[in-house]
């Protein structure tokens, strides 16, 4: 490569990303509004998902499969499917709302009635027969 060709290419990259910042910009700069201290996704337009069915597949499916069983590869994700340590409700709110080793909290995400919903769904379904099911006011307490 000759040096006016080594010079060009310089010019071009320098060109193109001053270009990309440019249209990139823009978008970094809008506003996007205060902050306030209600979940994120509990109240924001692009959460259609309602039921823990839903709730789950967002959130959960993920990492835990489609019929609950976990996976284990790039990391361990843990069955939920017959899982007796779900029979106490505390139980399962506390990991939904606080996370645990590898998985991430998702409190500050979901409303009350959402972790409900999720906690609810799992520990009625996936082999799992707990049918006393866990209150919005249950996952107020937790979260005091």
Known sequence: MTRENAS???????????TFF???F??????????????ATSTGPGLLEKSGEQLFARFCRGCHMSDGKGATG???????????????????????????RGMPPFGAMLSDD??????????????NGYQDAVTVED?????R
């Open 74 to 100: 790039a990391g361990t994700y843990p069955s939920l499917a017959g899982n007796s340590n779900l029979e106490a409700g505390g139980y399962a709110i506390s990991i939904v709302v606080n996370g645990q």
């Open 8 to 18: 060009r290419r310089i010019a071009l990259a320098a060109a193109m990303s001053a």
């Open 114 to 127: 959402q972790v409900a919903a999720i906690v609810n769904y799992v520990r009625m379904h996936f082999n």
């Open 139 to 143: 996952v107020r307490a937790l979260r």
């Open 26 to 39: 823009p978008a970094c700069a809008q506003n996007i509004g205060t902050q306030t201290s209600q979940p």
């Open 22 to 24: 440019g249209f990139s």
